[in-house]
């Protein structure tokens, strides 16, 4: 079964740039893998921000992108705001099965 | 706007069947471009996909899950259902029902315990 990673935690300052990736065990990520990412805050239900690589969302804020990067699957966050902080998840579809990566806690210090 | 909304007991006793209903409101389940998802959290872990039924009624399923689930659905009450069997603590979790993947119901606890 597909294993999907990502960094578990990330700091950034208000302003910066952060880029949180998520890769595969199966090898390099590509647009077939339909990459989905999500934002969940304490306490609440994960929004969805980006699918199918890049493709956002209407709530999708501007300073969220996606892409593929070195053979993952990439969020970018530029100009992070401290709203931002929150657990970040990536989504692959693999082997005719959605996976999860085990989630990025992005800081905002 | 399309809303769903998970319902279902909140206790499950081990070796027992968790049974989940996802309401659907504000659009029809029997839409073609659209999938229906069942995704579960445990406390303060990372979320898990379970599956999905297309609106043919197919399914796909967890690798890890595809022997204990079951996902169907019920074009006359706009509903899709879960049922996972032979539950243990390991399934306690937040369950949440989708729309491809999104929007999300608010989620439902479930707990296994004697």
């Known amino acids: 079964q597909t294993v999907v990673t990502q960094e578990p935690s990330l700091t950034v300052s208000p302003g910066g740039t952060v880029t949180l990736t998520c890769a595969s065990s199966t090898g390099a990520v590509t647009s077939g893998y339909y990459p989905n990412w999500f934002q969940q805050k304490p306490g609440q239900v994960p929004r969805a921000l980006i699918y199918s690589t890049s493709k956002k969302h209407s709530w999708t804020p501007a300073r969220f992108s996606g892409s593929l990067l070195g053979g993952k699957a990439a969020l970018t966050l530029s100009g992070v705001q401290p709203e931002d902080e929150a657990e970040y998840y990536c989504l692959l579809y693999s082997g005719g099965a959605w996976v999860f990566g085990g989630g990025t806690k992005l800081t905002v210090l | 706007q399309v809303q769903l909304q998970e319902s279902g007991p909140g206790l499950v006793k081990p070796s027992q069947t968790l049974s989940l209903t996802c309401t659907v409101s504000?659009?029809?389940?029997?839409?073609?471009?659209?999938?229906w998802n069942w995704i579960r959290q445990p406390a303060g872990k990372g979320l898990e996909w379970i599956g999905l039924?297309?609106?043919?009624?197919?399914?796909n399923y967890n690798p890890s899950l595809r022997s204990r689930v079951i996902i169907s659905l019920d074009t006359s009450k706009n509903q899709f259902s879960l049922r996972l069997s032979s539950v243990t603590a390991a399934d306690t979790a937040i369950y949440y029902c989708?729309?491809?993947?999104?929007?999300w119901g608010q989620g439902t606890l479930v707990t296994v315990s004697s």
């Open positions: 989708a729309r491809d993947f999104s929007p």
């Open positions: 039924i297309y609106t043919s009624g197919s399914t």
């Open positions: 504000g659009g029809s389940i029997s839409s073609d471009i659209y999938y």
